[in-house]
């Protein structure tokens, strides 16, 4: 069976870099605002490839308002003028991956979303996979989170 048995969240909402050891039964339990559903978005999108934010926060209501802009720029609520207020402004990138573990075949895959943000609002993103774990640096050099560039060599070499 393969088991997802970590999660890393780079600059997905209020986690700016966290990893999640995750086992074969996992009760999420917070406060309200403590990350649970941020988190379950996350497996969302890795488990859908969707990154259009439709199933986002499905367990608060059918209209949900998350979107995946406001998980990428830390949307934290409106101005008086109704404009959107985001923690992250300029140019970072994002991720949200998982490893899993087949126990059958005693292996690991590596599977996630990168996303490059830009300074005008804009992203671009690349979904990726490779056989193996997490690489020990959890895709930070320096400490920033490899662009989508970046991760494309290094996944090369």
């Given amino acids: 069976m393969k088991a997802l048995k970590r999660i ?3 600059n997905w909402h209020y986690f700016t870099f966290e990893t999640l050891e995750l086992d074969t039964i996992n009760f999420l339990t917070g406060k309200n ?3 649970k559903t941020t988190v379950i978005d996350a ?3 890795l ?4 990154t259009t934010g439709h199933f986002f926060n499905k367990s608060a209501s059918d209209k949900s308002s998350r979107t995946l802009k406001g998980y990428l720029r830390c949307e934290v609520g409106d101005d008086d003028n109704g404009d959107m207020i985001y923690l992250r402004k300029g140019r ?3 991720y949200v991956a998982g490893e899993f573990y087949d126990d059958v075949n005693n292996e690991y895959t590596t599977v996630g979303v990168a996303f490059d943000n830009f300074e005008d609002g804009s992203m671009d993103y690349k979904f990726f996979s490779y056989d193996g774990p997490f690489p020990e640096n959890k895709f930070v050099e320096n400490k920033l989170p490899l ?3 970046e991760l494309k060599v290094y996944l090369l070499d």
């Fill in 33 to 35: 605002g403590a990350g």
């Fill in 47 to 50: 488990m859908l490839g969707d």
């Fill in 147 to 149: 662009s989508i560039k």
């Fill in 43 to 45: 497996i969302q999108l």
């Fill in 8 to 10: 890393v969240l780079i």
């Fill in 92 to 94: 970072f990138t994002s």
